[in-house]
Nanobody, 119 residues
Framework: QVQLVESGGGLVQAGGSLRLSCAAS????????MAWYRQAPGKQREFVAG???????NSIDSVKGRFTISQDNAKNTAYLQMNSLKPEDTAVYYC?????????????WGQGTQVTVSS
């Protein structure tokens, strides 16, 4: 079993910054990809940014230039640096990972961390 634990959420004023962390632990043979999703009240969960084990990244247009995803492979940890935050970034942010173990790839989700941006 694999656990993903997010941290770093909180309340911030518009224009401020937060850094989210997602640490993976458990039976990990290798992590293929990690990503961040978010879900605002009354909306569906949406993809925000992702990173492969090789360091390739992608993100949605609305966060380009403001959010940066990175990872520390040695620590099995992904980060989401969020700058110039806007009220519309308010959501629960979830970490996602595809983990290889014993020749099998499985998907895991974290419990979520709340990000609230006040205007």
């Amino acid at each position: 079993q694999v656990q993903l634990v997010e941290s770093g959420g909180g309340l911030v004023q518009a224009g401020g910054s937060l850094r989210l962390s997602c640490a993976a632990s458990g039976s990990i043979g290798g992590i293929n990809r990690m990503a961040w999703y978010r879900q605002a009240p009354g909306k569906q969960r949406e993809f925000v940014a992702g990173i492969t084990s090789g360091g390739n990244t992608n993100s949605i247009d609305s966060v380009k230039g403001r959010f940066t995803i990175s990872q520390d492979n040695a620590k099995n940890t992904a980060y989401l640096q969020m700058n110039s935050l806007k009220p519309e970034d308010t959501a629960v942010y979830y970490c996602y990972a595809t983990v290889q173990n014993g020749g099998v790839s499985r998907q895991y989700w974290g419990q979520g961390t709340q990000v609230t941006v006040s205007s």
